[in-house]
């Protein structure tokens, strides 16, 4: 059973003796998101009762992320911001990315902490809490041997409406900067058939948004064989009671033209496709290990730019990947203006534990880094402005996710993913995670603005 309410079921766990309290923060990406939502309905189920602060926890966790430099700092600054709260009993355990790639060195840096496990080792935090409990450490430090998954009945979702289902965990990709194919462990998927399983129970429960999720959702292979990504993405769009099904995220290499033509077949598979780039020079795609030329994507972004709906296309963009010139950049430059994103993530090269680019020559200036990322940023908002323009006098259906009381506008999100901000008027309010049609009447550069159609 699924939950979209877990402090109500839980009570059935209640018991006179005083609750073991916790409190969770998540760093990083919906993977990790997602995660902490299975952590924490596992340890719910372990008797444990979450808390909105860190004072009134006996265990705090941390849920971090180490794809950049900066997000693994994070993690330390937190710890020793806390570091005076052992003093009072409090436990600490570092989940995560940064735990499966620092291992037991959290300990020596941190000796606060009583537990350091990693994504691929969560199967097993019921045991590890039975030893932090009895004032020993534990680790959950599986690395790349595991070939399971970390399925449970137990998934405390937050949000009732749209909701995260795993399909695919870890990654063997291993692109020349990144770091999760060593915090993840090797790629493993889930059987279509338990994913099927776990979507038509969260229908049950009211949801009708489902994300599927994996750090590359196109190289899923059905264990038990029967289903390809896009076969599962079918059988998932057509879960009676299902209005909206995206994925993330895509690797170009094994984006498949299947996939297209599933979104062209199946209503509910929504209008957006998020396929990370990178760069734009093949040069560069090459020396980051990406296993796909500028062409070849640029033949992916073709195919879906031939379907019978309009997609919204976003991606992500490293800048300054050792060795990257000005005219590798201004490849990157130009794929912006070809492609025409809808939306794009930035980022400058960061170098991380263990990747192969740790042995390239770091040499592009921090500044030169900035700048270039500047440019990108100001090169996307320019086509960010013309793309959003093209909406005003159209309507779209959005999913209404909440209310803005300052500006007196209902937030919606559009098929394409996009914010699209509406009023309504007054006695037609609509319900927050129901479907609305609302005509467009402004744009901005990351959100568009209307009316809702009565
Ligand atoms: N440095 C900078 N950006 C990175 N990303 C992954 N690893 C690094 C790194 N070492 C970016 C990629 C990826 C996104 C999630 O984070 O663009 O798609
Ligand atoms: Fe961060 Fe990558 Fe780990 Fe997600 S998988 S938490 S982005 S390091």
């Known amino acids: 059973m699924l939950s979209a ?43 444990y009762s979450q808390v909105q602060t860190v004072e009134q926890a006996d265990l705090i966790l941390y849920n971090t992320c180490s794809i950049r430099d900066k997000a693994e700092q994070k993690v330390f600054h937190r710890l ?9 009993g409090k436990k600490f355990g570092v989940l995560g990315c940064v735990a499966q790639q620092e291992g037991e060195k959290i300990f020596e840096r941190a000796p606060h902490v009583s537990l350091v496990c990693g994504s691929a080792s969560y199967r097993n935090l019921p045991q590890m809490l039975v030893q932090i409990e009895a004032g020993k450490r ?31 965990e870890g990654c063997d990709k291993f692109c020349a900067y990144c770091v999760v194919p060593f915090t993840r462990g090797k790629e493993r998927s889930r059987t279509s058939e338990s994913v099927l399983a776990e979507a038509r129970q969260m229908v049950d429960l009211g949801y009708s948004e489902i994300q599927l999720l994996g750090q590359n959702v196109n190289s899923y292979r059905d264990r038990a064989g029967k289903r390809s990504f ?15 099904v995206r994925f993330t995220t895509s690797h170009p290499r094994d984006f498949g033209r299947d996939i297209v ?24 795609l090459d020396a980051m290990q990406r296993l796909y030329t500028r062409e070849q994507y640029l033949e992916r972004i073709a195919w879906m730019k031939a379907a019978k709906r309009e997609l919204s296309i976003t991606t992500d963009v490293i800048v300054g990947f050792p060795g990257e010139t000005e005219a590798d950049f201004a490849e990157t430059l130009s794929l912006l203006a070809e492609v025409g994103y809808d939306s794009i993530f930035t980022f400058k090269y960061s170098p991380r534990p263990n990747t192969p680019s740790l042995a390239l020559d770091d040499a592009i200036p921090e500044q030169e880094k900035s700048r270039r990322l500047e440019v990108l940023m100001a090169k996307q908002k320019e086509i960010q402005i013309i793309r959003y323009r093209k909406y005003i006098g159209t309507r779209a259906e959005v999913m209404v996710e909440g209310r803005n009381e300052a500006r007196k506008q209902w937030i919606g999100r559009t098929s394409q993913n996009k914010t699209l901000n509406f009023s309504a008027p007054e006695g ?24 809702m159609v009565i």
Request: aromatic content about 8%; glycine content about 6%.
């Open 5 to 47: 309410e877990p402090p109500t079921r839980y009570t059935l766990f209640m018991s006179a003796a005083p609750q073991k309290t916790f409190y969770v923060e998540t760093f990083g990406c919906q993977m990790n998101v997602h995660d902490s939502e299975k952590v924490i309905g596992t340890l719910v189920h372990e008797g």
């Open 80 to 88: 020793a911001d806390y570091k005076k709260l052992l003093a009072q």
């Open 138 to 168: 534990a680790t959950g430090l599986d690395d790349r041997e595991t070939d399971e998954c970390f399925e449970t009945e137990f998934t405390a979702r937050t949000n009732p409406h749209r909701g995260y289902i795993t399909i695919i």
């Open 230 to 244: 896009a076969e599962l993405l079918t059988a998932v769009g057509e879960i009676p009671g299902i209005k909206r």
């Open 261 to 284: 033509e599933a979104i062209d077949a199946v209503p509910t598979l929504c209008d957006h496709v998020h396929l990370p780039v990178q760069s734009g020079s093949t040069r560069v």
């Open 428 to 451: 037609a309010e609509p319900k927050v995670g129901s479907y609305v049609p609302v005509s467009i009447t402004a744009s901005f550069p990351n959100s568009l603005l209307g009316e």
